[in-house]
């Protein structure tokens, strides 16, 4: 029997552990896509206990108290911050074989240097010694993204920002991490939302630009991604929840917008037909930039009405989504392609039945640049073993695994980096079993640039960040 989560923790063979301890263990990490604020890292912040670095914002961690019948007053509610510790503390027992498990044992040993097993009768222990670690320099959130070798990262940022925080850190000479935001312009996407009007009045007021029509949305979008570029922005990110792709001409668009501009209803083939527009807009700021746009497919949110009125949206009640999109994504890919306008595009998909239509379909695409179009890596509900071996499989059955971007935390905690530890193993394990079996010839040299570049040179390189 081995001893649970030791050093080759995940790792099956003896090829598997030479790469990951040699190769992919010391390697830096990028990650480009997470909920991290720039006000928080711009301001180091401190944590005062557990509880608010580790379950406040978890919708992972919510999901499973309430799954083991905890009552919401200790999961999002007004309960007490010790209690809420303890909660979690006799839920995670109860854990086996959920990613939560290994990710919260990770945490505990990489940042708390603790070994012991978190439960009801090691809870106090753990909350006294975490919580005395807490209030040392060694936790601010700075200090923890460089603990965890991380040289950028990506936030994710309304249009509307200011980017005070970002400018911030990058003039901070003492901070050598590069914290870049990413634009995600979900206002101006959701024609269909009561907000949509307001939100397009501040971007009027942020740009000087009467918003009378399409073409002046587009130029007030413009704007703002001329202005996250000089800040940094490398990268933009699209929810679609929903089909995305039916062509309309410009007066239709027209008018759809001041359609949602007077906060009227209006039809699914009407939404559908703006956001075609929008997209391939954006599509083309985004070429002319150098940008990476991301495409985050598939969620059904906002599932219990009950606890929407209640708790509020985005606690843990959202899901996986089963519509058909395998021509919407054909003809976006296609339509901004024909004219030149096709960005560097990453396309995550939530649902795993899609897993190989889109690795399929990514390769349809690509052109001189090494993995322009990526299969990327498994989103939330497959941010698991499975979900991850899987994605990388597909993605080596139909393209190319080499070229792949690797891991990201897509998460709102400091302490998620050992994400990334957890992906790297488990890649080891996957790429050391074909070699162990004859599948892959034992070529270290290419062996360590493989799994180097996944880890991270092939993201770098992707978006090209000047040092």
Known sequence: MKAFMDDNFLLENDTAKLLYHDYAKEMPIFDYHCHL????????????????????????????????????????????????????????????????????HLELQRYFDMPKLLSGQTADEIWEH???????????????????????????DDPLDDLTYHKEIKEDLSFDVHVLPTFRPDGAIAVESRDFSDWIAKLEDLTGIQMNNFTDLVRGLHVRVDYFHEVGCRLSDHGLDSNFYSEADEEEVNSIFLKGLSNEVLSKGEI???????????????KDQGWAMQLHIGALRSNN??????????????????????EDLSNLLNSLDYVDTLPKTIIYNLNPRDNYMVAAMIGNFQDEIPGKIQFGSAWWFGDQRDGMEEQLKVLANCGLLSKFVGMLTDSRSFLS???????????????????????????????EKIVKDICYFNIDKYLDIES
């Open 130 to 156: 975490c919580n005395r670690l807490l209030q040392t320099d060694a936790f601010t959130a700075r200090e923890l993204i460089k603990r965890s070798n991380v040289k950028g990262l990506c936030t994710t």
């Open 305 to 326: 009405t009950k606890k929407l009125e209640t708790v509020g949206p985005n606690t843990g009640f959202d899901s996986i989504a089963d519509f058909i999109y395998a």
């Open 417 to 447: 980096y050992t994400r990334h530890e957890y992906f790297r193993r488990i890649l080891c394990n996957m790429i050391g079993r074909w070699v162990e079996n004859g599948e892959y010839p034992a070529d270290f040299e290419t062996l």
């Open 37 to 104: 604020t720039a006000k928080d890292i711009a301001e180091n912040k401190s944590f005062s206990n557990l509880t608010e670095i580790w379950l406040s914002d978890d919708h992972y961690k919510w999901r499973a108290l309430r799954s083991n019948g905890v009552p919401e007053k200790w999961i999002t509610g007004s309960g007490d911050e010790r209690e809420k510790f303890q909660k979690w503390a006799e839920t995670v027992p109860y854990t086996i074989g959920n990613p939560l498990y290994h990710w919260t």
């Open 272 to 286: 559908i037909k703006y956001k075609t527009a929008i997209l391939k807009a954006l599509g083309k700021l985004y």
